[in-house]
């Protein structure tokens, strides 16, 4: 049993003076924290400039009364707009332009509804919350208006609604929010394919390209404590690479200011362990995969290719539960990848799956390592692997 | 003491070994000589178990190595045909993982280290990464590491394949010292010159077969031959005379 750990020392401390396998590392642990943190920070922005509004506007002089009723409202300021609207429109020099009409003045005094003309282009998604909050703006003063003038004729302005629409989301803070948190299972998940990969193909393919694996198996071990030693190995830095991404992640998120977005930063050290957990499970699986794989493979380039193909594998599902969140389906617990993207989701998203999904998906994952692990020993005693370089 | 009874080894249509059988004494330096594609290296992976044998069976000092392989491992340390080795871990760190791999103990590895590093002369290369070592300096670490266990038998596949003049001489110092200290030593070799110097005995090998076996003298007087070169090639046959 000893010399599990002594492959496994062996195997960690090659790869760990391997610089490349190092940079591979660092960089795919940063990538994911960096991505959530900077699409947090453009949804922040995104709402932050709708709520402050900087309005172009074309004959001013003549809605002199619209004009201060705009100013008074928050975070609206009145700029002056450009000679050509459509076309600074078009060229995106300006997010939207208001048009007063010549005739608003003469119009709005005899009560007849005054002509405004709103540019804007709705292709631009960014301008879209804007050009929305500019549109409610004008309703606004439109009804605050046309109520007015209906009480100076005696008449209860409430006539004019036949409707009371009220909006109520049902998506709470939390759930817009996770549209971004559905992103950070499938960076976890990446994280521990990646941080596996390099001891997992060295170790194997690697031992085959350099012919150090015939040496190595003259030694007196049991193929299947070598091969376990080495699959210590790889797990170890596949856990390590998903705990150094969860933990830039967790700071990033710590460091951005969620409160501002409508969103509580809930995760506590209770959902940190559960983070763990579930994830966990596939740090078992993922490294005996790739072993199995690269065994296949006669140089470590070569599983390398293989090992990429693989990755396929978590990140498509990956992608798919960004859009479609497999939340409230147990059944997919169990489920290597898939149950890891479902349960991370809804921890994150406040909810807290049961034991019984936990330990669904450690022994589907310790069942399919261990044979994963076995056969990975058979290719450890074939002549055509041991021999075929 | 390792004895080979009747081992046969075919890769598809191709027989490498066909009932090859000879012993290797202790005390004693066996060479295997043959021309390429005489089924040395395949005779010697079968003998060291990595190999399986389609018919025959190997014994290591008395333990049949197909039946007991671990403990038959133990007591043989191979040089195979090609011994990569690791190149970000120092030459000292082969040596310290097969140690350990073989069960001893960190102070008994560092000891026999030290031992190592004097009949090899490594101190200068004990602690570098073997990363930029040369063919020699490379082969001196897979010595070291493949006999760091002290084995009984000991078998090496075209050990000084590729060495310069100084490192063939230094391995051929090993053998000889590993022979006094009455190891069994078998050593593959297509080089005619290195086989005479160095074997008590020869087990001459053509066509995935044994063709003769014995000392110097005896295969003269089998062949009729006044020289070695010309036994081995009365032995070989043409295929011998392509080397």
Excluded at chain 1, 266 to 275: A, K, M, S
Excluded at chain 2, 186 to 202: G, K, P, Y
Aim: aromatic content about 6%; some cysteine.
């Amino acid at each position: 049993m000893n010399k599990v750990f002594v492959v496994a020392r062996k195997e960690w401390v090659d790869g760990f003076r391997d610089r490349r396998a190092l940079y591979t590392l660092f960089f795919s642990t940063l990538f994911g924290p960096l991505i959530v943190g900077f699409m947090f920070s453009q949804f922040a922005r995104q709402n932050k400039a709708a709520q402050e509004i900087q309005v172009p506007v074309v004959g001013r002089e003549h809605a002199p009364i619209l004009m201060n009723w705009l100013i008074q409202q928050s975070g609206v300021e009145i700029i002056p707009g450009p000679e050509d609207p459509e076309a600074a429109v078009r060229d995106r020099k300006s997010d939207f332009v208001l048009i007063v009409d010549k005739e608003f003045a003469a119009k709005f005094r005899e009560s007849r509804p005054a002509p405004v003309q709103v540019v804007s282009d709705s292709t631009s998604q960014s301008t879209r919350s804007k050009v929305q909050r500019l549109n409610s703006l004008l309703n606004a003063f439109s009804a605050e208006t046309g109520g007015l003038r209906l009480v100076s004729r005696g008449v209860s302005p409430q006539i004019v609604s036949a409707l009371k629409v009220e909006q109520l989301e049902v998506a709470t803070a939390q759930q817009r929010a996770a549209m971004i948190f559905n992103f950070i299972p499938m960076f976890l998940v990446i994280a521990l394919f990646t941080a596996g990969m390099p001891i997992a193909s060295d170790s194997t393919a690697g031992e085959r390209e350099r012919g150090s694996l015939e040496p190595l198996l003259l030694n007196p071990i049991p193929r299947s404590l070598l091969v376990a030693g080495k699959w210590l190995a790889a797990g170890g830095a596949a856990l390590l690479g998903m705990l150094l991404t969860m933990s830039i992640m967790l700071t990033v998120l710590s460091r951005l200011a969620l409160e501002e977005l409508g969103v509580r930063n809930n995760i506590g050290t209770p959902q940190v362990l559960l983070l763990l957990a579930a994830v966990a499970p596939l740090g078992l699986l993922s490294p005996a995969v790739q072993m199995f794989v690269a065994c296949f493979a006669r140089s470590f380039k070569e599983s390398q290719s293989y090992l990429g193909l693989l990755m396929i594998a978590p990140t498509l599902p990956g992608i798919l539960a960004i859009f479609y969140p497999m939340t409230n389906r147990p059944w997919l617990h169990p489920i290597p990848v898939l149950g890891q993207y479902a349960m991370v989701t809804e921890i994150l998203g406040g909810k807290f799956p049961g034991p019984a999904s936990f330990i669904g998906a450690l022994v589907v994952a310790v069942i399919l390592t261990a044979v994963l692990l076995s056969l990975a020993t058979r290719l450890f005693s074939s002549e055509k692997i041991i021999f075929g370089r | 003491m390792i004895a080979a009874r009747n081992l046969h080894k075919a890769f598809g249509s191709v027989v490498a070994a066909d009932s090859v059988s000879f012993s290797a004494p202790d005390g004693a330096v066996t060479g295997l000589l043959g021309p390429n594609g005489a089924g040395k290296t395949t005779s010697l992976r079968m003998i060291y178990g990595l190999l399986k044998p389609a018919g025959g069976q190997v014994e290591i000092d008395g333990l049949d190595i197909a039946a007991n392989p671990l403990a038959a491992q133990s007591r043989i340390g191979v040089l195979p045909d090609i011994s990569g080795l690791y190149a970000r871990l120092t030459a000292r760190e082969h040596i310290r993982y097969f140690g350990e791999l073989h069960g001893l103990s960190r102070a008994e590895i560092d000891r026999r280290t030290a031992e190592w590093i004097g009949i090899l002369d490594l101190s200068g290369i004990i602690d570098r990464r073997v990363a930029g070592f040369s063919h020699g300096e490379r082969t001196k670490v897979a010595i070291a590491r493949a006999l760091i266990h002290n084995p009984q038998n000991i078998l090496l596949d075209e050990p000084t394949n590729g060495l310069d003049v100084m490192s063939t001489r230094a391995v051929r110092e090993i053998i000889r010292h590993l022979r006094s200290q009455g190891r069994c030593v078998v050593f593959s070799s297509h080089v005619m010159q290195e086989v005479s110097a160095l074997c008590d005995r020869i087990v001459v090998m053509g066509h995935g077969r044994v063709v003769a076996e014995g000392t110097a003298e005896e295969l003269l007087a089998q062949t009729g031959m006044a020289s070695l070169e010309d036994a081995f090639v009365s032995l070989v046959g043409p295929q011998g005379e392509a080397e």
